[in-house]
């Protein structure tokens, strides 16, 4: 089924990576609109071996297109999702504006695929926060297997995740660094170059950020909402790939084989547990790809039911574009016929 699909923000960086996967995906260039701010319009941006021409979102019309992803922030998504859906465009939005919205489904396709149904309460899907995809991928198979109670979830996140602007100042930053030149702090509250920073977001009046407030309801509204969820989440100098040490307290004992099991054939999952030098996977092999890696597995010692595992995907692709393709694939498949 040929689809004509709008990518909202075609000009950042999980824009662009939308353009990459729909092109490596098989999806044609005369189908696909590219759309940005006005101080875009006219720029080209790459779309497999071709380049697209990026119209301006206050002068395209929305009725040309059947599906929209949006990635051009939460302000955006506030005004533009609903005057696009209005036309019979389904939006399927990387923003976090729509996400807790009881009408609109909230959805990772390995996860939970069957909530999609309800997109047309609203026409339009949530894709959910980066760190949160990667997360459930990984716990929604053990979760099938033994009904996990409890998460604590510290997790280390790339600087992408904050934008172009991020990435830049990662790179400015550690160039000035050598150079013995001043470091400013414009994105960050802090100095991100070889150091960590514990804070993503704004903080909440119980002392966690907003980022840790969205994984935990974002968590409970996909996998389960009697899971108690505790996080930390850390900024750290690292321009691709999200990392995050889980542990997960269950019902029932779970042991190391178990989770290997469980885990094996998983939709999403790859496995590299080797209890030695490199046995684990880390953000520079996970960059580019599409999987979640599962690491480090082993038995947690705090809890008698627990397991603690590493996990590592590309925030870009997983967190953010190939979800949203993702979920793009899964209406086509099933509820566009």
């Not at 919205?101 to 894709?127: T, Y």
Request: hydrophobic share 40%.
């Amino acid at each position: 089924m040929s689809l004509k699909i709008g990518v909202v923000g075609a000009t950042g960086n999980v824009g662009r990576e939308m353009l990459s996967i729909l092109s490596e995906r098989g999806f044609k260039s005369n189908d696909i609109f590219a759309i940005a701010s006005n101080r875009s319009e006219g720029m080209k941006v790459p779309f497999g071996e071709d380049e697209l021409k990026v119209t301006s979102l206050d002068k395209f019309n929305p009725k040309e297109i059947e599906i929209a992803l949006f990635s051009a922030g939460g302000d955006i998504s506030k005004e533009w999702a609903p005057k696009f859906a209005e036309v019979g465009c389904i939006v399927i939005d990387n923003s976090s504006h729509f996400r807790m919205d009881p009408e609109v489904p909230l959805i990772v396709p390995e996860v939970n695929a069957e909530a999609i149904s309800s997109f047309k309460h609203k026409n339009i899907i949530a894709n959910p926060n980066c760190s949160t995809a990667q997360l459930v991928v990984a716990l929604k198979p053990l979760h099938d297997k033994n009904k996990i109670k409890s998460i604590i979830v510290s997790t280390y996140q790339s600087v992408s995740g904050a934008g172009k602007e991020g990435m830049d100042e990662l790179f400015n930053q550690s160039r000035k660094f050598f150079a013995n030149d001043v470091l400013d702090n414009v994105k960050f509250t802090k100095r991100i170059a070889f150091n960590v920073i514990p804070h993503i977001d704004k903080f909440m009046d119980d002392g966690y950020t907003k980022e840790e407030l969205k994984m935990k309801q974002e968590c409970h509204k996909i996998l389960d909402p009697d899971i108690k969820f505790s996080a930390t989440c850390v900024r750290v100098p690292v321009f691709i790939g999200h990392s995050e040490a889980v542990t997960i307290e269950f019902e029932n004992k779970m042991t190391v084989q178990d989770a290997h099991a469980a885990l094996k054939d998983a939709p999403g999952c790859s496995i590299l547990d080797e209890r030695k030098d490199g046995g684990y996977v880390t953000p520079i092999e996970c960059a580019g790809n599409d999987d979640t890696y599962i690491s480090r597995i082993r038995e947690d010692t705090a809890f008698d039911n627990g397991l603690s595992i590493w996990v590592v995907s590309d925030n870009l692709r997983k967190g953010a574009a190939l979800n949203a393709v993702q979920i793009l694939e899964l209406l086509r498949e099933k509820h566009l016929k």
